[in-house]
């Protein structure tokens, strides 16, 4: 990465930034690039794949088309391969030679057996995201087994109890951030109520040809690296109309700088140096969905991105959401929803006109986007909508709940002691349950690793988001989410985990209580327990909790019917619960799906014994 | 009536043991254990424990005047983790082809709150003056307003005591035009002629930046920078028949790794 790449990084941002809808023309050249999307077609095959080797469809890696059949048996090769995209290239690691690796299709009840070989030159791993494994399956090195070193063959062998649209990748080094993932499908026991006449599965993530090493090095030492779109002296008139007076703009900018924060902190990398792919595609390199009209269309959509929130519309088409990483929900109708990293959801969607459709993912912070087409022949383009503004972060992000801008930022200190202060919502739990067992931090501290605190975080469930509120159109929340069928565990919790999500952005610290990683014990689960988990999100982004081999059940007004999900998006200043049992022994991560947030401290090992 | 009082006391205790069960007991499910975690391997499934390498010039410039242009650079580098860090400074004027205020720390440097660190070592003025050591000890940080900001206090070799305080500030003007004044003040409790030192506040050196970021790490400038003696050292720089101050235009390079 030297300092061409750079240079050449920051223009392809700052043309992504200035014109937005470079595409909306109709693009004439179809840019043809070698390695990902098209190579290694045949690397990858189930076992059995003999049966299907005269078929017609070939299974090409990112095509998004699923396996035409399961199969119990894979075999995964793990090794290095030179990708060029948009320019950039990298020696990335790989399953098969292609990113994203193949889709895996399975059948739910098999007990399946995955033999992956690394041809790497050094460890790595598979972890099955969302897949209820033995902990010995659960592929993370140095919780569920030692790693497959380089040469070695590791057969992981597990019983799919469950169904639905999940992915898998590294949880070595920082291999998934270079490209090693990839989905997996597994088709339910009964007849799919979902099932379309076209099924695809659309994987999103970034391709950078900047190491992630480098990534994180520069944030430690400035933490807006990738951050271009701060407010300015360019910007301020912008603001003092949208605030009404300049001096209402004014001072809502020097309380964060006050704060010594930044309203614009949207995304810690953006798309200065990050294109945002769909199925290993570029956006002009426009990956294709085909269609008849009035065909009902399957997209099951993965966020497998590093860093990258990606808010998702199909201009002119109704989506219906059917399933939420991996289970199946009531329907629900919408024009758009944000996939946080490592979410899944399946919608359906009916195109009835001979015409085509884009597949619209735009990244949180609008400085890129990854786009698909669906259409009803090959090589078609449709429009692309222009992007949307940036969100910009607000008192509710802060934690300082509804307050207006105002009248609260002056009574902000982050540095005096707050600790008579009490959280409302941590007391109402405490009289919902009082014959609980409470693990209550208390207020996190404020120091090295943490630069402040939620004073009244709210519920956020019911709101798609910050930048979506509002915005005309029907975008998912968290609230509509209900289950099919009731849980299984209908027992109430008998203990509450809360934990503080913290960090400290200026010197790009992470994690949960005021602490990192490194300086925190491991939470202890009783086999059998019922628990519920409580997440106050203190600092000002959103971060995508996950946790290994064990449900989390989302409290969203649901009642018996809360969904139960594998990664749960907490919102800035925000609060909510849900509810875990702890039903399978070992270790297990629990973690921050943003890469560089778990790998600077926001991961904590889950014991259940 | 001894009977009625213990009664009492059990019940008064028993009250404040109410009150107490009122107030939440604070325990972090995730709190530290005595016994670390066995992990397969010896492998710790997150790094949060890295140490990192940056180095930075600030100023690397030429300060033009007609009858010769002064090059001056300050910069600093640090190696560690998220708490400790070895910090190395540097700064110096070559002018007419002599170094002056040339200065060099060694600092260990402590993490202490969100924004702020502890420094502490040595500083060595090393040019074609005279050489001097010091003791050094002081803060760094980022103030409120997003100021970055540092004091350091010495304590040199011959028992003298000086200070030196330095801050900027970074006005966006667009996100890759910054505009930067910054200002650096040095302080000496006795007058050192051979370095031009006087007591009290002895010199300043300031600048008014405006630099264009290329990209990050790489940032031309223009700057009108003003560089001059106070009081006493005034007085001295006077005596040698020295520049007690000047006004220049500025050209240089912000650039880091």
């Known amino acids: 990465m030297g300092i061409q790449g750079l240079i050449l990084c920051h223009f392809c941002g700052f043309f992504l930034m200035t014109f937005p809808s470079r595409f909306r023309g109709g693009l004439t050249r ?74 895996l299709r399975f059948k739910q009840g098999d007990t399946v057996s995955i033999n992956v070989t690394n041809t790497l030159d050094e460890p790595t791993s598979i972890h099955w995201h969302g897949i209820r494994t033995p902990a010995n399956m659960d592929g993370v090195p140095g919780l569920s087994f030692g790693g497959i070193a380089p040469g070695e063959t590791f057969t992981y062998r597990f019983k799919l109890h469950q169904s639905g649209t999940y992915w898998y990748h590294s949880h070595s080094g920082m291999q998934e951030a270079m490209g090693l993932y990839g989905a997996m499908v597994i088709d339910p026991r009964r007849p799919d109520p979902n099932a379309c006449d076209r099924d695809y599965v659309i994987f999103l993530a970034e391709w950078t040809d900047v190491m992630p090493h480098d990534i994180v090095s520069n944030l430690k030492m400035q933490d807006d690296y990738y951050v271009f779109r701060q407010r300015t002296a360019a910007s301020f008139p912008k603001e003092a109309r949208e605030a009404g007076s300049a001096g209402a703009a004014l001072a809502d900018r020097l309380a964060w700088s006050k704060m010594r924060m930044a309203a614009t902190d949207i995304a810690d990398v953006s798309g200065a140096i990050y294109t945002y792919t769909l199925n290993g595609h570029a956006p002009e390199m426009n990956w294709n969905g085909l269609f008849r009209p009035g065909e009902k269309v399957r997209l099951r959509f993965i966020n497998g991105s590093t860093m990258t929130f990606f808010d998702i519309r199909i201009p002119g088409l109704e989506m219906l959401v059917v399933q939420a990483d991996g289970n199946d929900i009531e329907p629900v109708p919408v024009d758009e929803f944000r996939i946080g990293v490592a979410e899944t959801y399946d919608v359906i969607v009916q195109p009835k006109d001979e015409r085509a459709y884009a597949i619209f993912a735009q ?37 300082m709940g509804n307050m207006k801008p105002g009248e609260s930022m002056k009574d902000m200190d982050m540095s005096g002691d707050m600790s008579g202060m009490k959280m409302k919502g941590m007391d109402m739990s405490h009289m919902a349950m009082p014959k609980m067992e409470v693990d209550d931090p208390g207020p996190p501290p404020i120091n090295v690793e943490n630069q402040m605190r939620a004073m009244m ?121 849900y509810l875990v049992t702890a039903d399978t022994p070992g270790m297990w991560a629990y973690h921050c799906h943003l890469m560089y947030h778990m790998d600077l401290g926001m991961f904590r090992t889950v014991i259940v014994a | 009536m001894k009977h009625a009082l213990s009664l009492t006391v059990l019940a008064l205790a028993a009250l404040s043991g109410t009150a107490r069960a009122a107030q939440p007991v604070y325990h972090a499910a995730d709190a530290p254990e005595a016994t670390p975690v066995v992990y397969i391997g010896g492998i710790k499934p997150a790094m949060d424990q890295g140490t990192w390498l940056h180095g930075i010039f600030n100023q690397l410039e030429g300060r033009y005047a007609p009858g010769g242009t002064d090059f001056r650079w300050d910069g600093e580098a640090w190696f560690g983790g998220d708490y400790n860090k070895i910090w190395l400074k540097s700064e ?46 002081g803060v760094q940080g980022l103030a409120l307003y997003e100021f970055e900001f540092e004091a350091t206090a010495y304590v040199s070799d011959r028992g003298r005591f000086a200070a030196r305080v330095e801050g900027s500030y970074d006005f966006l003007l667009t996100n890759r035009l910054i505009l930067q004044p910054q200002a650096e003040f040095n302080f000496y409790t006795k007058s050192d002629t051979g370095r031009q030192a006087g007591a009290g506040l002895s010199d300043v050196d300031a600048g008014l930046r405006l630099r264009y970021e290329l990209w990050r790490k790489f940032a031309p400038y223009v700057a009108v920078t003003y560089s001059g003696y106070l009081t006493q050292a005034r007085r001295i720089a006077r005596d040698q028949h020295d520049d007690t101050g000047s006004v220049r235009f500025s050209l240089g390079v912000r650039s880091w790794f």
Request: charged share 25%; proline share 9%.
């Open chain 1, 363 to 399: 990244s949180e912070d609008r400085t890129g986007y990854a786009r698909g087409t669906l259409a009803p022949r090959e090589g078609m383009i449709a429009p692309l909508p222009p992007m949307d503004p940036r969100p910009v972060r607000t008192m509710v992000d802060m934690g």
């Open chain 2, 92 to 137: 110096g004027t070559l002018e007419k082809g002599r170094l002056s205020d040339g200065d060099h720390e060694l600092l260990y440097t402590r993490s202490i709150s969100s924004y702020w660190n502890l420094q502490g070592g040595v500083r060595m003025d090393l040019d074609d003056g005279p050489t001097r050591t010091w003791g050094a000890f």
């Open chain 1, 30 to 103: 179809r840019r043809f690039v070698t390695g990902i999307g098209a190579g290694g077609l045949l690397a990858v095959l189930p076992r059995t794949s003999q049966a299907f080797s005269s078929t017609a469809v070939p299974i090409r890696a990112s095509s998004g088309i699923i396996p035409p059949t399961p199969s119990d048996r894979w075999d995964l090769k793990v090794g290095h391969t030179r990708i060029s995209l948009d320019g950039k290239t990298m020696h990335a690691p790989t399953v098969g030679g292609t990113v994203p690796g193949p889709i």
């Open chain 1, 457 to 577: 975080p709210i519920d956020r469930t019911g709101s798609p988001g910050d930048g979506l509120e509002n915005n005309g159109r029907r975008v998912l929340n968290y609230k509509q989410l209900r289950a099919t069928r009731p849980g299984a565990d209908l027992r109430p919790p008998t203990r509450e985990i809360i934990l503080h999500l913290t960090g400290n952005m200026e010197r790009y610290i992470w994690g949960f209580n005021g602490r990192k990683f490194s300086e925190s014990g491991p939470i202890r689960l009783k086999l059998g327990e019922r628990v519920r988990f409580t997440l106050i999100n203190d600092t000002m982004m959103e971060h995508p909790i996950h946790l290994h081999g064990l449900w989390s059940e989302l409290e969203n007004g649901q009642g018996d019917y809360r969904p139960y999900k594998h990664t749960i998006i907490s919102q800035p200043g925000s609060k909510l619960s």
